[in-house]
Each structure stands twice: as C-alpha cells, then as structure tokens.
C-alpha cells in the first residue's frame, strides 16, 4: 500500500461563534473573517507540514482546490504544488484535483501540469474534478453544463499532453484553433489522472473504462459508501475485460493517532467535530448541489444521503459510520489492514491536519503516523488482495 | 384545460389549452407549467395555448438549448408549428424574458406582446434574492406577496414529485445562470420590439426587483403599463383575474 498526506489546509483560526452567524463556510461567510496576518502563517505552517511529510517518508503529499471557503485555502493549488516541487525531494505531489468545469481554458490547466511536471522532475500525479456544487456559485459557471464541460476539458488536455501540435480542437464548449503544448509534460504518456469522487456511479464507470484505468479516489464518506464504490470499480472492471488493480483505487480519510485509543479519541473530538458540522456546513441543499449539476436521479439520491446526519456529527457517529481513522498506532494500523482487506484499495490518503488542529496536534500526529503506521502499511498490498470482490 | 402534445420540428411539446378566440401563447414562469387563475381567466375570452419549455417540468433540456438565444428561436418555431398568421405572446418571468427575445428578433407573428415581471434586464437596484439559492419553501414564500396565498401555494405542491421541481431549476439554471436572470445586450435591443406592448409589475416583487420595469419602458416605444400594487413575483397567481382583464383589453385593442 502506498500512504499519502492529504491537506486542505483550512483557515484554522475560523471564529467558529463568527461564522455561526452566517449560514455557510462557504460562498456567503464574508471575507472579513479572515485576518491575512494569520493566513500567512497558515499557508507557511501548511507547506511546512506537507514539507515535513516529505521528509517522514510519505509516499505522496497531496493538494486540492477549493473556492471561496474557511474549508480550504487552495483555490489555486498548482501555486502549493509549485513551492512543495521546489522543496521536497521524494514524495509525488498529488494535486487532487483541479475543478476543470470552472475554468474557460483547459489548455492553461494542460500548461500548468506540464510546468509542474519538469519542476517536480516527474513527480506529479494530477485530479480531475468537478468542483463541488457550492463552486459553482462562487465561479459563475452553469452547473447545467458540468458534466459536458468535465468530459470535453479531460479530452482536450489529454489530448493536449499526448498529441503533437499544433492541432485544432472544436468542442462544444472549449474550442481551439491552436493547441501545441510548450513544455509537453515529463511523464509518458502523460501524468497519472486520479479521480477524487464521493461515490457517483457515473464517475466510477467512466475511471474504470478499459481506456482509462484512472484511479479513483473515495473521499471522506462513510465505509458502506466506500466499499461499494470500491465494488463498482472491480464490477466494471471485470465488464471490461480486465481485473482492477489495488492501484487503481485510493481510499481519503481523516486519521488522528496518538498514545492510546482514549487520548487521541478525546484530542481529535473538538477539531473533526468542527470539520464536520461547520467547515463542512451549508444552508440547504440549493448550494451543495445547483441545479443539473448531477442527473435528477443522482441528486435524489444524494439529498437522501447527505443531508440527514451532516450537521450533528459527533466523533462517535463518525468513527461508527467508519468516516474517519482515529486511535492508538496499533488501533488504526489494526483498522487499515482490516479496511484494506474488506475493500482492496491500494493507496491511503490520509488527512492528518483536521479543520481548526493546532500546528503542534498535527505534527505529533503527522510524526507519530510517519513513525508507528505507515511503515506498516507501505508495500503490505498482498497479492491476494486483488481476488477480493 | 387539456392537454395536448405538438411536434416542434422534432421536438414533443406538451401544452394545456382551453377556450377560442384569438390565440394567447403564453409562457410559463421559473416554476414551469402549472394552470393558474391567469390560464383559466384568459382561456374565457380567448384561445389559450400554454406550452411546457423544454427544460421545465417533465421535458428534459434538449442538447442545442445553450442560452435564451436558442429559447428564442425555438419560440419561433413553436409559433409556426402551431400553423398560425399571429398570436398575442405572453410571458411570465423566464418566459417573458423569452418573449421579449422572440420581439426582438422578429415579430412578424406577433400581434402583440406582454411582459409580466420578465427577466431579461439587469436590476440597478440590488438585486432581489438569488432563486437558485433559495429551498423550496423558502423559493415559494420569495414569490408572494401574499403569504396566505404562500401558504396555499406549498399545500399544493406538497404533493409534486421532487422530479418536476428540479427540472424546473434545471430548466431554469441552463438559461439564467449567468449573468444570473439578466442578458447584458437585451437593453440594447429592446428598441426593436414594434408592436403593442403590456407589462406588468407587482411592486413588492423579491425576485426581480419592480424598478426594473423602468428600462423596459423606456426602450419599447409607447408600452402600456400596469404597476400592480401588493403583489410579489407571482402575478399569475396573486393578480391572475385582474391581469387577464387588462391585458385582455389591452389584445382586442392591439387586434
């Protein structure tokens, strides 16, 4: 198994009683609650982090972009990527994933992967998402076309990094009369395409595609939800001709060790709880899923699943519903396994900086992670694992 | 009222309709089509005709409908599918937006044309609450005025299919996203429209806000006006009788 440290790099010092006033951490909180004299020792603690992960061993540190939120600061996560390819030596840096609907020019994502790529000398593994439905507030862009838009960005920038230019491309919402990519990217074909998802058949189907083979990515959702996206993806597999690897599928989690299950249960309470209900807080279902941005049936099915539990987590719901690691070393080294076998994913991703942790919770658990997990976890995918349905 | 289906070069449309006369096509607004006291006021003196917008209510977003443009000529071709010289066109909200990009492309089938609270015109004021972001309930309350009328309104719907409403907004979102309920051109068109012209407003409208009726005015040449007092957005519904007797005047006059 590879392991990998995911960081949203929230805003950490969000006034929770503040933005308790607002009905959102996300697109209405205004921006007046956040001080830049205190963003910019985040985002210097936050790379710091990433940097120290690099340090530890982890296999990957990984970036992801979110807008116009407490909840992540990386509405432009290729700039993180770019200082972290300077400063790290080992780890593939992930970005996972950029939001290509958002954008007007995929090409530009095309380039900034490229560029990344050579700074990185090869080190990148890159996302593509669709933004979550709140972004499609804050960017403009009509959630009705989101799907047509993902699609048609992903062919162009594929195309753009394995096709000789210059080529024409004529889509019905990106079109190009020029495509010719300088720098062409490191990585042949191209960088690895992961694809971070919370479990939409859709996109498990079109990963799982013989052409593709894209790792998916499960993020943060309970562990029914995980194992049976993870069974999709080995179903369509199979469908297509072809068993799915461990390397194809990846498995985000909140993950907080400390000495004893006791100790880390009650430091972890406050901040997962907070990531939870507030970071993770929206007014109604109009902003986490706009209109069209997923078929009438998935949204139906969405409403029925993410809305009932959200605003009441408490850290007893979420390690039941198995949404997040949290233990001495030997208890969620323990679950892992157990996770791994139930579910087959080849890499781990885990969020070791949660919502408001403090910089010296988070490198205990950053380090104590590093030292008493990961080596047991790292190169432990075992054979057997990819017969399991 | 019945309902029909009628082909629009491919398309299926479905349609309510009722009464003879003169034929009224009208519109429907962001909650898609539904009969209300204007549709039945309306259908006494007149032949009512009252299609269901692709996109809206139980017709999926066909794949070329990428903006109003597309709505717009797609309304005209409605108009010649249903084999008539003219109609007295008619638009509510989203639909009056249309409307009025029908008037300014041709309006050689048009009799005349009427605009209730039509999107379409940017608000100078702040804007009136984003219906996108609004819940269900809290999207119905925004419409009225009346919140007796509110009240009436959400027993009713309580029965809808989740399915209708959410195309509805999907319908609507595909047309109105950005810039949001607003062209940033039609104003500059709106001189084109040179036909009698009714529009109404209700003062207390939360969605677009009842200043915008000004721009309207001042571009279309000689527009009757009807500034209704006490009424949200949801014209229809909240002034229906009183509408359907001054615009119906205001049609045999323009005949």
């Given at each position: 198994m590879k392991v990998y440290f995911f960081h949203l790099m929230p805003y950490g010092d969000l006034d929770i009683a503040e933005s308790d006033k607002h009905n959102?951490?996300?697109?209405?909180?205004?921006?007046?609650?956040?001080?830049?004299?205190?963003?910019?020792?985040?985002?210097?603690?936050?790379?710091?982090?990433?940097?120290?992960?690099?340090?530890?061993?982890?296999?990957?540190?990984?970036?992801?972009?979110?807008?116009?939120?407490?909840?992540?600061?990386?509405?432009?996560?290729?700039?993180?990527?770019?200082?972290?390819?300077?400063?790290?030596?080992?780890?593939?840096?992930?970005?996972?994933?950029?939001?290509?609907?958002?954008?007007?020019?995929?090409?530009?994502?095309?380039?900034?992967?490229?560029?990344?790529?050579?700074?990185?000398?090869?080190?990148?593994?890159?996302?593509?998402?669709?933004?979550?439905?709140?972004?499609?507030?804050?960017?403009?862009?009509?959630?009705?076309?989101?799907?047509e838009r993902f699609y048609e960005a992903h062919e162009l920038i594929i195309k753009a990094w394995t096709e000789t230019g210059p080529f024409r491309y004529q889509g019905k919402h990106y079109q190009f009369d020029y495509v010719n990519l300088w720098p062409r990217p490191v990585q042949a074909p191209h960088p690895p395409v992961w694809i971070p998802s919370q479990g939409s058949k859709e996109t498990i189907v079109w990963c799982a595609a013989a052409e593709r083979k894209y790792t998916y990515l499960q993020t943060f959702s309970p562990y029914p939800v995980a194992l049976k996206a993870f069974n999709a993806y080995r179903e369509e597999a199979r469908k297509?001709?072809?068993?799915?690897?461990?390397?194809?599928?990846?498995?985000?989690?909140?993950?907080?060790?400390?000495?004893?299950?006791?100790?880390?249960?009650?430091?972890?309470?406050?901040?997962?709880?907070?990531?939870?209900?507030?970071?993770?807080?929206?007014?109604?279902?109009?902003?986490?899923?706009?209109?069209?941005?997923?078929?009438?049936?998935?949204?139906?099915?969405?409403?029925?699943?993410?809305?009932?539990?959200?605003?009441?987590?408490?850290?007893?719901?979420?390690?039941?519903?198995?949404?997040?690691?949290?233990?001495?070393?030997?208890?969620?080294?323990?679950?892992?396994?157990?996770?791994?076998?139930?579910?087959?994913?080849?890499?781990?991703?885990?969020?070791?900086?949660?919502?408001?942790?403090?910089?010296?919770?988070?490198?205990?658990?950053?380090?104590?992670?590093?030292?008493?997990?990961?080596?047991?976890?790292?190169?432990?995918?075992?054979?057997?694992?990819?017969?399991?349905? | 009222m019945r309902e029909t289906v009628l082909d629009v070069r491919g398309t299926n449309v479905r349609m309510f309709e009722a009464g003879t006369g003169p034929t009224v096509l009208v519109l429907h607004g962001i909650d898609g089509l539904a009969v209300d006291p204007l549709l039945s006021d309306l259908s006494k003196s007149f032949r009512v005709v009252a299609p269901e917008f692709p996109g809206f209510t139980r017709s999926p977003i066909p794949d070329w409908m990428m903006s109003v443009n597309d709505a717009a000529f797609f309304t005209l071709d409605l108009i010649a599918a249903l084999g008539l010289p003219q109609v007295h066109l008619v638009g509510h909200s989203i639909g009056g937006?249309?409307?009025?990009?029908?008037?300014?492309?041709?309006?050689?089938?048009?009799?005349?044309?009427?605009?209730?609270?039509?999107?379409?015109?940017?608000?100078?004021?702040?804007?009136?609450?984003?219906?996108?972001?609004?819940?269900?309930?809290?999207?119905?309350?925004?419409?009225?005025?009346?919140?007796?009328?509110a009240d009436q309104e959400i027993a009713a719907r309580a029965g809808d299919e989740l399915d209708i409403m959410l195309q509805n907004r999907a319908g609507l979102a595909r047309l109105a996203w950005t810039p949001r309920m607003a062209s940033v051109v039609l104003p500059h068109w709106l001189h084109r429209i040179d036909i009698p012209t009714f529009i109404a407003w209700g003062r207390e409208d939360r969605i677009l806000p009842f200043s915008t009726h000004e721009v309207f005015l001042k571009e279309i040449a000689g527009a009757e006006f009807l500034a209704l007092s006490a009424c949200g957005h949801a014209i229809p519904q909240e002034r229906g009788a009183e509408v359907a007797r001054r615009m119906g005047a205001f049609m045999n006059g323009a005949n």
């Open positions: 959102s951490a996300w697109v209405t909180i205004p921006n007046s609650n956040f001080d830049p004299q205190k963003g910019m020792k985040l985002y210097d603690r936050y790379i710091g982090e990433l940097e120290l992960g690099d340090k530890l061993g982890f296999d990957g540190i990984c970036v992801n972009e979110h807008h116009q939120t407490a909840y992540g600061l990386m509405p432009a996560p290729n700039l993180i990527a770019a200082a972290l390819a300077r400063s790290t030596k080992q780890a593939k840096i992930c970005i996972l994933g950029r939001a290509l609907p958002l954008v007007n020019n995929p090409v530009m994502i095309a380039e900034e992967f490229a560029m990344l790529d050579h700074m990185s000398g090869g080190r990148i593994i890159t996302g593509f998402v669709r933004g979550i439905g709140s972004e499609y507030f804050s960017n403009s862009v009509n959630p009705t076309f989101s799907h297509n001709g072809y068993e799915a690897q461990p390397s194809q599928m990846g498995w985000a989690v909140p993950t907080y060790v400390a000495e004893t299950d006791e100790i880390a249960r009650r430091e972890l309470k406050e901040h997962i709880e907070v990531f939870f209900n507030k970071f993770l807080r929206f007014p109604s279902i109009e902003m986490r899923l706009p209109p069209g941005y997923s078929s009438i049936s998935s949204t139906k099915t969405l409403m029925e699943m993410k809305f009932k539990n959200r605003t009441s987590s408490t850290i007893d719901t979420l390690i039941d519903n198995g949404m997040i690691l949290v233990g001495s070393p030997e208890t969620v080294r323990a679950r892992i396994e157990q996770c791994q076998k139930e579910m087959g994913f080849g890499h781990l991703m885990a969020m070791l900086q949660i919502a408001t942790m403090p910089a010296d919770m988070t490198e205990r658990n950053i380090r104590l992670f590093a030292a008493e997990v990961m080596p047991h976890l790292q190169g432990a995918v075992r054979p057997q694992l990819q017969a399991i349905a | 937006w249309i409307a009025a990009e029908v008037a300014i492309r041709s309006t050689h089938a048009l009799a005349s044309l009427s605009l209730l609270a039509p999107a379409g015109v940017m608000p100078r004021e702040a804007p009136g609450q984003d219906v996108f972001l609004l819940s269900g309930e809290e999207g119905v309350r925004a419409l009225f005025h009346d919140q007796a009328l």
